[in-house]
């Protein structure tokens, strides 16, 4: 009899120890998103800092282009984050309270997906979640990564120096000139021993390939730094600053005023022939 009556006692707090899993695990419903819109039904952001240049970027032909205040490819990466935001379940909504004591009115800046406005506050203290405005009412959202919504726009300039797909016609650096000949090999001027076909071609694929870790606003181009100009096909050239080589690889684009940060290790790869391998007897 005493066995039951413990069986049925642990059978007991069992079941309540389950109700209480149970209990904990339910989540509070999902509130509603922040737009109406889905991530991939936007087509047109804007950013706007108090102070800054108005930041622009639009969908062409299913690829995302900044169109102010420089016209760029856009970094894919960084423009799904904002795009993200279309849809962020809000966690909590603000009633009553001043929307001037939680940086609301005005706001730190706005960003505008297609033609919803968002207004970015500031950071809830406990849980960092940050204070936004969408429509006429205010929320509490995770905080989203940052730098892509920064009053610069060098975060949202596409990381490749090149179109991917872009075919290199002519690569002009500070002591040689690489150009590709009609029969589609490359030449190098003034003639080097060390413009191997291998070599040239290397050369080439290095600035095809090229992609920068970062992107910086630029600085004053530095005096007397070297000039890079690479001509695509089609005729369309870019021209670059070598801004630094040490501790990383600068290459400024002044029609940007965006500075592009590599390894240090491709000053070698994209500045000069490669050497001759050695040749084992």
Known sequence: MKRARLNLGLLAVAVGLGVAVLVAQKKEPAGPPLTVFKPDAVTRIAIEHPGAPVIRLEKQNDKWQLVAPVIAEADEFEINGLIALADRETKSKLEGGSLKELNLDPPQFTLKLNDSVIGFGGVEPLEYHRYVKAGDSAWLIEDPPGPAMDKDYADLVSKNLFPPGSEIERIELPKLTLA????????????????????????ADGWKGARSMWNEMAQNAPAGGDKVKVTLSGGVSREFVVAAREPQLKLLRPDLGVTFVLSKALADELLKLPAPEAKHP
Not at 180 to 203: E, F, I, S, Y
Request: proline share 12%; glycine share 4%; hydrophobic share 40%.
């Open 180 to 203: 590709k000949t009609p029969a589609g090999t490359w030449a190098v001027t003034p003639a080097d021993p060390k413009a191997t076909a291998d070599a040239m071609q290397k050369l």
